[in-house]
């Protein structure tokens, strides 16, 4: 596609039910990362992607978070059991490949508020 | 690590004053430096970068950055502000080198053109 597809662009969930997020990137672009976007907190990094490497987890704040790309295209992040402070913007990026230098490109985000 | 400071989180300036965005950052190794622009609603868009070579680096929508190393700051500058700037810009820093691909981000300065 044209840009970085993520939907839903809102979800409103209950505390303790799992969430799905979804992240469509740019066609050709072989890397995918997922950020957090906190109220005044600025953008947190979650995970990453490169082709078929195994992903750079180490930003996921907890074991209730994970993500799977599938196919080297689309990525899904999964909450579980979701808590009041899992609300937040997520945001997903691509680039052509697994180097700053090339650019992010960033989708319009999901935001999550927890209820 | 590296770490970012924007000093401002909220800038307000009348519509064809010039602006000032302030950056800090931490690093104990060369970086490459970029600005992000955050329309409402919308994801981050790169309006310039630092990558090597002039200090002095032009982006989009007539802004631009100074790069200096002595005094570890990026600041953002531009000489005339229009309504349409309103938005929230993000500072952020990477490691250069093969395999950098985790920008580290500042918490965003809001800024708002009044007319």
């Known amino acids: 596609g044209a840009g970085v597809s993520q939907s839903p662009s809102n979800k409103v969930t209950e505390k303790g039910k799992d969430v799905e997020l979804r992240c469509d990137p740019i066609?050709?672009?072989?890397?995918l990362y997922w950020y957090r976007q906190s109220l005044g907190q600025g953008l947190e990094f979650l995970i990453y992607?490169?082709?078929?490497?195994?992903?750079?987890k180490s930003g996921l704040p907890s074991d209730r978070f994970s993500a799977e790309r599938t196919g080297g295209s689309v990525s899904t992040l999964t909450i579980q059991r979701t808590q009041q402070e899992d609300s937040a913007v997520y945001l997903c990026?691509?680039?052509?490949?697994?180097?700053?230098?090339?650019?992010?490109?960033f989708g319009s985000g999901t935001r999550l508020t927890v209820v | 690590a590296q770490s970012v400071t924007q000093l401002d989180s909220q800038v307000p300036v009348f519509e064809e004053a010039p602006v000032e965005l302030r950056c800090n950052y931490s690093?104990?190794?060369?970086?490459?430096l970029f600005w992000y622009v955050q329309y409402p609603n919308q994801g981050l868009q790169l309006l310039l970068k630092?990558?090597?070579?002039?200090?002095l680096v032009k982006g989009i929508n007539g802004f631009e950055a100074e790069f200096n190393k002595s005094q570890t700051s990026f600041h953002l500058r531009k000489p005339s502000v229009h309504i349409s700037d309103t938005a929230e810009y993000f500072c952020?820093?990477?490691?250069?080198?093969?395999?950098?691909?985790?920008?580290?981000f500042g918490k965003g300065t809001k800024l708002s053109v009044i007319p």
């Open positions: 990026a691509s680039s052509l490949a697994g180097e700053v230098v090339y650019g992010y490109t």
């Open positions: 066609s050709g672009h072989t890397a």
């Open positions: 992607f490169q082709g078929n490497s195994a992903p750079d």
């Open positions: 690093s104990s190794v060369s970086v490459y």
């Open positions: 630092y990558l090597s070579g002039s200090t």
């Open positions: 952020a820093v990477s490691r250069p080198g093969a395999g950098s691909y985790q920008l580290t």
